[in-house]
C-alpha cells in the first residue's frame, strides 16, 4: 500500500475534479471561501511545475444562484438557459480567484461527438496541450446548453456527468493521476449514510463486481455524480494506466496532502502499477 501511495509524490500531469456540492453550499449559493482555496492550493501547484488540469462542474447550481432562482428548473430547456448563465459566471468567479495567484484560465466545453470523432479529439488535445504548455489552467465542463447528455440521460451517452467525463479528460492529456474531489470521504464498502458500520477502502486495486455491489446511488442532491459514475470514471482512469483519488473537497488543501502520499481518500490503482507496489 506505501509505495502505491509514495508514487503519487511523482505525479507531474494532474486532473481534478470538483463536483457542484464542492463549489457550493447547501442553500445553493456560491461557496467563495472554498473555490478562493482551491485557486490558491491548484495555483501553488503550477508554480512547483505540475501540469494541472481541472474538471469543474456547477454551470447549472451557479445560474440558479445567479438567477436567484428558488429551486433547480425542471425542463430540460430551462436547465439549459440556467447552464449558459451559470457558465459565464463561474468561469468569471474561476478567472477572479485565479488572477489573484497570478495564473491564467482557459474554458473548454466538450460534447459527446467531440470524444467520439478523430479530428475533434486530436484538436481538443492540441487545445490541451498548448494551454499546457504555455501554463494556463484548462476549465473544462460539459456544453450543458447545447448537450443534454448531463442533464437527462441517454442510451448512447459517452459521458453524461462529469466524473465520466473528468476520467475521458485524463485519459486525452495522458494524465498521471485524476482527483475527483466529492462530499464523502472516500469509497465505503457500503452506504455510510444508512449504515454506521461502513469503513473506507483505502486502495482499490480492481474494480469487481464486489466494489460495484458497494457502489450507492446518486450522492448529494446538489450534483448528478454519485458513486456509480464514479467507479465508471475509475474503470476508464485506470485502465488508461491513471491512478484516480476520490476525496473529500470540503478542504482542498487535500489535494496536497494526496501528492504527499498520505493515507487520505480511496486509491484506485491503474492497471499498468498493479501488483509493483514491492519494486
Do not use: W
Amino acid at each position: 500500500m506505501g509505495s502505491y501511495r509514495d508514487r503519487l509524490k511523482e505525479c507531474k500531469r494532474i486532473v481534478i475534479k470538483v463536483g457542484t456540492s464542492t463549489l457550493t453550499y447547501t442553500t445553493g449559493k456560491v461557496n467563495f471561501t472554498r473555490i478562493d482555496k482551491l485557486a490558491r492550493v491548484i495555483s501553488d501547484l503550477m508554480n512547483q511545475g505540475k501540469e494541472v488540469v481541472l474538471v469543474s462542474s456547477g454551470a447549472i447550481g451557479v445560474g440558479v444562484g445567479k438567477l436567484k432562482l428558488k429551486e433547480k428548473p425542471k425542463t430540460v430547456r430551462e436547465k439549459q438557459a440556467v447552464a449558459a448563465v451559470g457558465q459565464c459566471e463561474l468561469m468569471h468567479i474561476y478567472s477572479r480567484f485565479f488572477s489573484e495567484y497570478g495564473h491564467t484560465v482557459g474554458q473548454i466545453l466538450l460534447t459527446r461527438d467531440v470524444v467520439e470523432d478523430g479530428h475533434s479529439r486530436e484538436n481538443v488535445i492540441n487545445t490541451f496541450e498548448t494551454l499546457i504548455e504555455n501554463a494556463i489552467l484548462p476549465i473544462v465542463n460539459e456544453n450543458d446548453s447545447v448537450a443534454i447528455d448531463e442533464i437527462e440521460y441517454g442510451e448512447k451517452r459517452v459521458f453524461g456527468d462529469n466524473d465520466t467525463l473528468s476520467a475521458i479528460v485524463a485519459e486525452l492529456v495522458k494524465a498521471d493521476l485524476l482527483i475527483i474531489l466529492s462530499d464523502i470521504d472516500g469509497f465505503y464498502n457500503c452506504d455510510p449514510r444508512v449504515d454506521c458500520s461502513a469503513s473506507i477502502l483505502s486502495v482499490i486495486e480492481e474494480v469487481t463486481q464486489e466494489i460495484e455491489d458497494c457502489a450507492g446511488g446518486a450522492g448529494s442532491n446538489r450534483g448528478t455524480g454519485g458513486m456509480v459514475t464514479k467507479l465508471s470514471a475509475a474503470k476508464i482512469a485506470t485502465q488508461a494506466g491513471i491512478d484516480m483519488i476520490i476525496a473529500n473537497g470540503d478542504k482542498p488543501e487535500v489535494i496536497n496532502s494526496v501528492l504527499e502520499g498520505q493515507d487520505i481518500g480511496s486509491l484506485f490503482v491503474s492497471r499498468k502499477k498493479r501488483g509493483t507496489r514491492h519494486e
